[in-house]
């Protein structure tokens, strides 16, 4: 999938669409889908919205739930055709539509068209996952001003599940902005230290426009005992830098449910380890069985070759004694 850039296209921008638009107005805008195989194809075309993943990156779908500041939406100005049909080594230019709100808006709306392989209705009844799948972004605004970035804190949740505890801190970038190049860390004390019990540290994050994001990290045994501890969250760019500080109380039921995930992680764990270590033995007593045979077999062999020798040995003496 190519884009083909309209007369509105940021001229700095070449591997996706940047555009620069008015309100109210409607513009249609081409992309190419290209067939390289030698097979017919059909393809399903969708418009997505943008939203920040668990690994603060930015991701493309369509959520249930948006952020409340999150007031429009790619999928609310943008139309494109269904699907799509090429025949083999065929180009085909596909057009859609563009219908922009009919006030000006501040920032960034930011999304992308999904074009996938197959039909979606009989990728759904097949249960096929794995086909071919391409996000081209499409990002929209009306003027050139940067914007101001801002980050709100929220709370410190403590989530669990099967296997483990994670601490997860809940941000919110209110703006319509991207935010990029971002570095977070993660840190966990005991109330009254200075060095961090758990820490975690990710670089060159991005978060979308108007969403919310969780920077997580796991529970592990170092924090295992009732009472309290202080979690700083550090967001760190080039023209951002925050700080948040919370206190939190584990409880004894709350340090028993870390407990007992821990306990379901090491008994997975070590039945897992149980199970290879078994295959490793067999696997090795199979080679020792074939070592052992081959052995067996040449000391046969040896022992025959021995017997033969003996003999004619002696037929050799007796017709010499003849």
């Known amino acids: 999938m190519k884009a083909i850039f309209p007369d509105n296209q940021r001229e700095e921008i070449n591997t996706y669409y940047d555009l620069v638009i008015e309100p109210n107005r409607t513009q249609e805008v081409q992309l190419a889908i290209v067939n390289n195989t030698k097979d017919f194809k059909q393809f399903s075309i969708t418009v997505e919205n943008s939203f920040t993943n668990d690994d603060i990156s930015i991701g493309y779908g369509n959520l249930k739930k948006y952020d409340p500041t999150l007031t429009i939406k790619l999928t609310d100005l943008v139309t494109v055709p269904a699907t799509a049909e090429l025949e083999p080594h065929q180009t085909k230019i596909l057009a859609f539509t563009i219908k922009t709100p009919k006030k000006p808006f501040k920032g960034i709306v930011l999304g992308g068209i999904r074009v996938t392989e197959g039909n ?3 990728r759904a009844s097949a249960g096929v996952t794995n086909l071919f799948s391409y996000v081209l972004p499409i990002e929209m605004r009306m003027n050139e001003e940067p914007g101001q970035q801002e980050l709100v804190f929220k709370e410190i949740l403590v989530k669990k599940n099967k296997y483990a505890t994670q601490l997860r801190a809940s941000l919110q970038n209110p ?5 990029s190049g971002l570095t977070v860390t993660t840190k966990i004390f005991e109330e009254k230290e200075q060095k961090p019990l758990v820490e975690k540290t990710v670089k060159n994050r991005q978060v979308a426009p108007n969403t919310s994001f969780y920077p997580t990290i796991y529970l592990d045994k170092k924090v295992l005992r009732p009472g309290k501890y202080r979690v700083e969250v550090s967001v760190n760019g080039k023209t951002l830098s925050e700080t948040w500080k919370q206190t939190i109380t584990l409880k004894n039921d709350e340090i028993k449910e870390i407990t007992k995930s821990f306990q379901i992680k090491n008994t997975t764990t070590e039945y897992g380890e149980m199970i290879l270590f078994c295959v490793l033995g067999l696997f090795l007593l199979c080679v020792g069985l074939i070592v052992w045979k081959r052995k067996t077999i040449l000391n046969i062999a040896k022992q ?7 003999d004619k040995l002696k037929k050799e003496s007796r017709n010499d004694d003849v």
């Open 304 to 310: 025959n070759n021995k017997k033969r020798d003996i």
């Open 175 to 179: 703006q319509p902005i991207l935010l």
């Open 120 to 122: 979606e209705e009989k």
